[in-house]
Structure formats: structure tokens, C-alpha cells
């Protein structure tokens, strides 16, 4: 019994005291110097801090995105690419609102601000096409619905697993031996002790199963009514845009503008038609919806604490249903708003055509049937004409006077607005989050109570069972006795173990309470971070584009060797030239771009390889001409050198001294061009020019064009280099500049 309880014991402790506070990690900006010779060590640091950078600063915008669901809208809005990966690691987004505090009616719709007019006839073809798939799409949302209920693990009723270890044969076997009236107390204990075991708390099939079927018809209905919704809102684009046609298009003949005028009031009715459909339908499933809400919440106060968390899959699926309907009657007013606002404009161009007719017929009447005017009548016309644009001038100042200050007033009204809402919408994921963890934990409870009550039971029943087999012939009158001393032990020790077990949960309580108090401090700080981030941003940005500037500079030379050795080099001119225009603001870019050899950059440079190759052909006329110094001895001298260079055992490549070597101790151009090469072939293409520059007489003037081409790489690189260092340093310096 003892280790029975100590295992209980590890048990909780591994399932409620397994948390560890995860470490917040500061974010910040490094770049790659690429300045060479710096230390592996301190290119380390740098890739690991921008390691540490990304993966902190995509887990946190993640995690906040689906806690707040407009943080993830207007993240969707204005990066690229950003719903695609919020989509592919959240799922798809839907819109957060809070839980009514009333049923809601039955043709209630939410009305919002109008919204403009721009790109009106795009977004109703867009909703046409889209109609057929958001249908498709919320059936699958209602079977992801039924699927979400029957995820809640069941757990076995205790009654029916110690039936099942009830006494094993040899105990049986080991009572029959005995005498009756040993076996008759042996039973009677037995079935004293099943009658104190529970028999469980097991969730009812029939709740489950009304669950089951109320989740899949509200489901069902949901889906049918936001398709309708949407098919509103497509009727309802389809009409602005036959309207707007109607209005704007003046050139056409009677005929085709009946045609048009009938063709907007076709649409005019398929728009009321659709919208009494999604009204009708939006009423259905708010019926539906408010049923299942009242079927969980009659749950709730009836159901065992086994059936929490099909409760819990219920009232989300609640939650996401409503927050549905809702989106889709916003959509519904937003574009009847938008209807009404086209309509308005439409009379108010039809009054404004009348007023100027009349206007016409009072200066000159009977204007419509004569030909050419008269000179009285056209400067009345114009003097009218003129007033009627100082007037309309006026009344646009004061009008345009009035909407600025109106449109102060709503940016402060809809900032004020903004922030409640995210206030409430964090309270509601916080609430929303400490009630699941809550229903976890008492479950686990539950789980570990019941596996230690049956552990606990069976290792007393076997110990009574062998206890009174054992003493059944010798000790009748002591079973008595020792039978009520072992109650009377067993119920002090669970009573021990109850009050011990109860001052753990009290205090795995306050453990988790602290735990959640130190997580929302954690993302209060993460918040203030990210908004000191953003006031360093501007600084790091022009960082970044100097670097960026450098890096390309930098592939382009890598790219701009020429296919072969004979190729021809790619000129780097539209690279410096793009770098410049980029870096217009930056002076000191701007001279280091400008210190880049013209040769480089009409011509271009050629790669380490090509380099490589054409020195095996400077070395090999160099090794001919080695003897002839800078007088150019005689045909006899040239004979000698040629002979010497064919006889001329050297290695392919001679490492030079780590000390180094004085250039008046290289009087052998062998040596030299074995150094050379050994350095060319290791990528010191600097070491190896200046091998070549020790060279003298006829084997230097070989070596001239080879040198001059190895010059303009070297004086490329070093150019792209300081500007790469440069944007190093820059952008390390806005980084180190964070308190």
C-alpha cells in the first residue's frame, strides 16, 4: 500500500509539476560582416544572433497573431506572403468575436462604416467566382466541427476493471480447502469491500449523442447560411456594377441604354432576392445555434466532470459558428451600405441634371430649339457660369473645411474603439485559455484519483484475501479482531493520504496561478520590445540597404568572370551603376563605388579560376625567358635559357616560408613562380602578385599583362569589401545602440 501511494505521489508530480518557465530571449539585428581575416569566433556570434533573431521573432509574432486575430489580419494586409504561412501553421483565419451577452435575433445584421467606392466592380466579380468554394469550404469546416467532439478521452468506469482482477484461481482453490464458515466471512468482506468502490462517473450516451447530432445540424445550417451571405454580397456587387455602368457610360444609343437600365433592374431583383435567402438563413442558424448553446449550457450544471471536454469542443464550436454568421451579415451591410451610397448618388446626379436644365431655361428660354445664341446670351451664360463655380468653390472650402475636422473626430473615435477591442479580445483568449487548463487539470486529477483508488483496493483485497486463508483453521476468533484493527489503519492512512494529497493540489494550484501571472508579464514585455524596435527600424533599414548594396556588388564579381579562359568578361558597369543609384544619399558609397576601376567596370575583371589558368601560361614562358635580364643578352643567351627551362627539374608548386622572404632573396624566377603558383592555387591572389612583381627582366615583362588583370581583381575586391565593411559596422552600430 505504501509504494502504491508513492507511486500516486511520482505521478502527480510528473503531470502537474512538469512545466518549466521558457527563457525570453531579447531580439536582435546582426549582420554578416564578410570582412576577411575577422575570427570565426566572431562570425559565430553574428550568424547565431540572427538565428536567434528570426526563430524569436517569428515564434512571438505566431504566438500573438493567434491569440489576436486583428494583429493577424493586419499582418496578412501588409506583408507579403504573410497568409500563406499564417495559414499554413494556424489554419485558416476567422474572425474573432466576443460571446453575446444576449440571444441574438432574428434577423439581426451589424451595421458598419460605409465603406468607399474604389474597386467596388472588382471585388463583387471576385466574390461571384469565389461563392461555389466558400460553400465547399464551410462544409469541411462543419466536419471538422463533428470531428472536434468525439476528440475527449473517455475514461473506464472503476466498477467494471476490479470485476475483471477479481481473486485468481489459486486463492479460490486455497478457500474451498478451508472450512465453510472461513469462506462465508471471506466473501462477506469481499462484498464489503465492493460496495464502498465507486461506480464512476462515465458521460451518459445520451448527451454525447444529442451533442453529437445538435453540433453537425448547427454546423450544417451555419455553412448553408454564410454561403448565402456570400451569394447576398455577390448579388449585391453585381448590382453597383451594372449601376456605375448605367451612370458613366453617356455615349450609346437609346436602345442599348434601355438595355442597360434593364439589365440594373434585373440585377436590382436578384440583390433582394438573395438578400431575403441570406436573412432567412442567417435566422436558421441562429435559431440552431442558440439551441445548442442552451443544450451545452443545461450540460454543464447536469453533466459528470468526465464530460468537460466534450463540453468545452461544443462551446468552441458555439463560439466559431456565431463569430460566422456574424462576419458574413458584416459583409452583407457593408455592401448594402455601399448599395445605398451608389443609389444616392444616382438621384443626387439625375437632381443635379434637372436644377441645371432649369437654370438654362431661365437665362434663355426656349434654348432647346433654336441654333446658334447671341452674344447677350452667351455672356449671360458665362457670367451665370462663373458664379455658379465661385459658389460651388466656396461651399467645396467649407465642406472640405468640415471633413477634415470630422475625420480627426473618427480616427480618435475608431483608435479609442481599436484598443477596447483588443483589450477584450485579450481578456477573452486569457479567460478563454486559464478555463481549458482548469477542466485539464481536473481531469488529470480525476484520472490519478481513480488509478490510485483501484491500485489501492486490489493490493487490499489480495492482502486480505491471503490474510484470511492464512489464519482461517488456527486463528477464528483473532480474524475478528485484526480485521477491524486493519480498518481502522487503512481509514487513518487515507485519511492521511487524502489531507496530503489536498495540500498538493493547493499548492500546484498556486504554482499555476503564479505561471500564468508570469506568462502575461512575459508578453506585456514582449509587447513593449516590439514597440521599441520599431522606432530603431528607420535607422537599421538604411544599414541594411548598404549592406545589401555591397552583398550584390560582391555576387556580381563572383559572376563576372568570363565561361573559359578565353572568354569574355562580363562588364560590372550596370552593377556599380545600380549600387550608386541605390546609395544616392550615402557619401561615403558613393567614393568607395567611385573608386572602382573604369576598366572593371566597362570591360570587367576576370575569376580566380581564368587566373589561375593563365598563369600556367604566363609561368611556362616565364621559365623559357628566365635568364635574359633587362639589357636582353643575344640569341645565344635566349638559346640558353630556353635549354635551361626543358632541363629544369622544379616542383608544380613551392610553399613559401611562414616567415617570409625578402624580395632581394628571390633572385630565382623559378622560386618565385613555384611561390606564386602555390598561393594562386591556395586563393591568395594578392601573395601571389606580389611573388610576380619580384620578377626581373624579360620574365617580368611577360608577366605584365597577367599582373595588370590580377591588380584590377584585387583593387575590385578590396573596393567591394570596404563597402561591405562598412555596412557591417553601420548596422552593427544600430544594433548595439539598443538600451
Request: proline share 5%; hydrophobic share 40%.
Amino acid at each position: 500500500m505504501w509504494r502504491s501511494c508513492r507511486r500516486a505521489g511520482t505521478l502527480i508530480q510528473k503531470c502537474l509539476c512538469g512545466r518549466t518557465p521558457c527563457p525570453s530571449t531579447h531580439a536582435k539585428r546582426c549582420y554578416s560582416a564578410g570582412i576577411p581575416g575577422s575570427g570565426p569566433s566572431a562570425a559565430g556570434k553574428v550568424v547565431g544572433g540572427g538565428l536567434l533573431v528570426v526563430v524569436g521573432g517569428l515564434g512571438g509574432t505566431v504566438l500573438y497573431a493567434s491569440w489576436d486575430p486583428r494583429f493577424r489580419s493586419s499582418l496578412e494586409q501588409n506583408v507579403p506572403y504573410a497568409d500563406k504561412l499564417l495559414g499554413a501553421v494556424l489554419g485558416p483565419s476567422v474572425p474573432f468575436l466576443p460571446m453575446p451577452s444576449k440571444k441574438p435575433g432574428a434577423g439581426d445584421l451589424n451595421p458598419i462604416a460605409p465603406i468607399k467606392k474604389k474597386h467596388t466592380d472588382e471585388r463583387a466579380a471576385t466574390a461571384t467566382a469565389q461563392a461555389p468554394v466558400k460553400q465547399e469550404d464551410r462544409s469541411s469546416e462543419a466536419s471538422v466541427i463533428l470531428s472536434s467532439i468525439g476528440e475527449a478521452p473517455s475514461m473506464p468506469a472503476p466498477g467494471v476493471t476490479n470485476a475483471a482482477t477479481g481473486p485468481k484461481p489459486g486463492h479460490e482453490g486455497a478457500g474451498a480447502s478451508g472450512h465453510d464458515g472461513g469462506g462465508a466471512a471471506h466473501k462477506e468482506h469481499e462484498c464489503e469491500s465492493c460496495k464502498h468502490e465507486p461506480s464512476g462517473d462515465a458521460p451518459p450516451a445520451a448527451l454525447s449523442k444529442n451533442l453529437e447530432e445538435a453540433v453537425a445540424r448547427s454546423g450544417l445550417v451555419t455553412a448553408q447560411a454564410v454561403g448565402a451571405q456570400d451569394a447576398a454580397t455577390a448579388a449585391i456587387g453585381t448590382y453597383i456594377s451594372c449601376l456605375r455602368h448605367a451612370m458613366e457610360d453617356e455615349a450609346m444609343s437609346p436602345e442599348e441604354k434601355t438595355e442597360q437600365w434593364q439589365s440594373v433592374r434585373e440585377a436590382l431583383a436578384a440583390r433582394d432576392r438573395a438578400v431575403h435567402e441570406a436573412s432567412q438563413a442567417q435566422r436558421v442558424a441562429q435559431e440552431e445555434v442558440v439551441k445548442l448553446q442552451g443544450l451545452v449550457e443545461e450540460a454543464r450544471g447536469t453533466a459528470a466532470p468526465a464530460a468537460a471536454p466534450r463540453l468545452q469542443a461544443a462551446g468552441s464550436s458555439v463560439r466559431r459558428m456565431l463569430s460566422e454568421l456574424q462576419g458574413g451579415s458584416s459583409r452583407v451591410e457593408a455592401a448594402q451600405t455601399e448599395a445605398r451610397l451608389v443609389s444616392q448618388y444616382q438621384e443626387m446626379a439625375e437632381r443635379a441634371k434637372e436644377e441645371f436644365r432649369q437654370e438654362l431655361e431661365s437665362i434663355v428660354p426656349g434654348w432647346q430649339g433654336r441654333g446658334d445664341l447671341n452674344k447677350e446670351e452667351l455672356n449671360a451664360l458665362l457670367l451665370h457660369a462663373h458664379r455658379r463655380t465661385e459658389q460651388l468653390r466656396r461651399e467645396l472650402a467649407e465642406r472640405q473645411a468640415l471633413e477634415e475636422h470630422r475625420l480627426v473626430l473618427a480616427r480618435e473615435q475608431q483608435r479609442t474603439v481599436d484598443q477596447r477591442g483588443l483589450e477584450e479580445a485579450l481578456a477573452t483568449a486569457l479567460h478563454q485559455q486559464r478555463q481549458e487548463l482548469v477542466v485539464a487539470q481536473q481531469r488529470k486529477i480525476e484520472e490519478l484519483k481513480d488509478a490510485m483508488e483501484m491500485e489501492m483496493r486490489t493490493q487490499l483485497r489480495r492482502a486480505t484475501a491471503a490474510h484470511s486463508d492464512h489464519l482461517q483453521e488456527a486463528l477464528k476468533l483473532q480474524a475478528f479482531e485484526l480485521g477491524n484493527s486493519h480498518k481502522k489503519e487503512l481509514t487513518d492512512k487515507m485519511v492521511e493520504q487524502d489531507l496530503m494529497f489536498r495540500r498538493e493540489i493547493l499548492d500546484q494550484r498556486d504554482s499555476f496561478t503564479q505561471d500564468i501571472n508570469k506568462a502575461f508579464a512575459q508578453v506585456h514585455g514582449i509587447r513593449n520590445a516590439v514597440d521599441g524596435l520599431a522606432e530603431r527600424e528607420e535607422i537599421a533599414k538604411k544599414a541594411h540597404s548598404l549592406w545589401l548594396a555591397g552583398e550584390a556588388l560582391r555576387t556580381a564579381l563572383a559572376e563576372a568572370g568570363p565561361d573559359g579562359p578565353d572568354g569574355p568578361c562580363v562588364p560590372l558597369a550596370k552593377h556599380v551603376d545600380a549600387a550608386r543609384a541605390v546609395l544616392a544619399e550615402s557619401e561615403f558609397a558613393q567614393v568607395v563605388t567611385g573608386a572602382v576601376p573604369s576598366e572593371s567596370r566597362e570591360r570587367g575583371v576576370y575569376s580566380l579560376e581564368a587566373l589561375r589558368h593563365r598563369f600556367r601560361s604566363v609561368r611556362r614562358l616565364a621559365r623559357r625567358v628566365a635568364l635574359i635580364d633587362e639589357t636582353r643578352n643575344s640569341l645565344y643567351q635566349y638559346f640558353l635559357s630556353y635549354v635551361q627551362a626543358a632541363l629544369m627539374l622544379e616542383p608544380a608548386t613551392l610553399k613559401p616560408p611562414a616567415e617570409g622572404v625578402a624580395v632581394e632573396e628571390l633572385g630565382d624566377a623559378f622560386r618565385v613562380l613555384a611561390y606564386a603558383a602555390f598561393c594562386l592555387e591556395h586563393g591568395d591572389l594578392e601573395q601571389a602578385a606580389r611573388f610576380v612583381t619580384a620578377l626581373r627582366g624579360e620574365a617580368r615583362r611577360v608577366a605584365d599583362s597577367w599582373l595588370h588583370e590580377a591588380r584590377l581583381t584585387l583593387e575590385t575586391r578590396q573596393a567591394i569589401a570596404l563597402l561591405t565593411a562598412h555596412a557591417s559596422a553601420v548596422g552593427l552600430a544600430a544594433t548595439h545602440a539598443q538600451p
